[in-house]
């Protein structure tokens, strides 16, 4: 029997289960965050900068095609996100995590809150085309991985670079993440395996990448995946 919230994922899972880890008010909610539409069934930061964007820009629907291309929106989308943080007072210092640092990732650069017990990412969106497509990246990991819900902090500034700071919740190893039960969980939810680490979701149009033994954390016989990096990709 398999004991699943969002991403709780327990190893007694059978491969003939047919667990959904989408219900259908998560399917419609998914549906909300990939067409653009104003997003009104939740209430926090990501959201609104998300909405805010929205109201200039459409969501890229096929971002693995044209990503280059897309570089000038994201510069302008960039200077739209500038106006809608200084108007909510979401500016930021990184100085008090300076301390604190744990190490670089490819589009992060993580710290550790101590009076929080979560780790602080503060991340460029390199991996995203748009800023918009970063926002929507962000949304549908927390609709799916409830447990490893990113709150956006607020936003920081240096040498012209624009980070955003993420909150997640500390999550310990203490045993090794087996990716033969992770595909397999995956591909029970639609996702399809394409090569190495990466997976697709024909349904959904959902490009879901990186998911390898450092990006899904194994502890006491359950699965949490803390980075993930989806795409739109309507082929």
Same mark, same amino acid.
Request: charged fraction near 25%; include cysteine.
């Given at each position: =029997?398999?004991?699943?919230?969002?991403?709780?994922?327990?190893?007694?899972?059978? %491969?003939?289960?047919?667990?959904?880890?989408?219900?259908? +008010?998560?399917?419609?909610?998914?549906?909300?965050?990939? $067409? &653009?539409?104003?997003?009104?069934?939740?209430?926090?930061?990501?959201?609104?900068? !998300?909405?805010?964007?929205?109201? $200039?820009?459409? %969501?890229?629907?096929? *971002?693995?095609?044209?990503?280059? !291309? !897309?570089?000038?929106?994201?510069?302008?989308?960039?200077?739209?996100?500038?106006?809608?943080?200084?108007?909510?007072?979401?500016?930021? +210092? @990184?100085? %008090?995590?300076?301390?604190?640092?744990?190490?670089?990732? &490819?589009? @992060?650069?993580?710290?550790?809150?101590?009076?929080?017990?979560?780790?602080?990412?503060?991340?460029?969106?390199?991996?995203?085309?748009?800023?918009? +497509?970063?926002?929507? $990246? #962000?949304?549908?990991?927390?609709?799916?991985?409830?447990?490893?819900?990113?709150?956006?902090? &607020?936003?920081?500034?240096?040498?012209? !670079?624009?980070?955003? =700071?993420?909150?997640?919740?500390? @999550?310990?190893?203490?045993? *090794?993440?087996?990716?033969?039960?992770?595909? #397999?969980?995956?591909?029970?939810?639609?996702?399809?395996?394409?090569?190495?680490?990466?997976?697709?979701? %024909?349904?959904? &149009?959902?490009?879901?990448?990186?998911?390898? +033994?450092?990006?899904?954390? =194994?502890? $006491?016989?359950? =699965?949490?995946?803390?980075?993930?990096?989806?795409?739109?990709?309507?082929?």
């Amino acid at each position: =029997m398999a004991i699943l919230h969002f991403i709780v994922f327990y190893l007694t899972l059978s %491969p003939k289960s047919t667990y959904k880890m989408y219900s259908d +008010d998560t399917r419609k909610k998914l549906q909300d965050i990939i $067409s &653009g539409t104003n997003i009104t069934w939740q209430a926090d930061t990501c959201t609104a900068a !998300r909405n805010y964007l929205c109201t $200039s820009f459409s %969501p890229s629907t096929t *971002v693995k095609r044209d990503f280059d !291309r !897309r570089s000038a929106i994201k510069k302008e989308q960039a200077q739209s996100l500038i106006e809608f943080i200084t108007l909510n007072h979401l500016w930021r +210092d @990184a100085a %008090p995590y300076e301390n604190r640092y744990l190490t670089q990732g &490819g589009e @992060a650069e993580i710290y550790f809150d101590t009076e929080t017990n979560s780790v602080i990412k503060l991340n460029d969106a390199v991996y995203y085309s748009t800023w918009l +497509d970063f926002f929507t $990246s #962000i949304l549908i990991h927390n609709l799916l991985f409830g447990d490893t819900y990113y709150q956006l902090e &607020g936003f920081v500034r240096t040498e012209n !670079r624009l980070q955003a =700071m993420l909150k997640q919740k500390f @999550a310990v190893s203490n045993e *090794v993440v087996d990716l033969t039960e992770v595909k #397999i969980f995956l591909e029970l939810n639609g996702f399809i395996n394409t090569k190495r680490d990466d997976y697709y979701n %024909p349904e959904l &149009g959902l490009i879901l990448e990186d998911i390898h +033994d450092q990006n899904v954390i =194994m502890n $006491s016989g359950v =699965m949490f995946f803390i980075d993930t990096v989806f795409y739109i990709d309507l082929k």
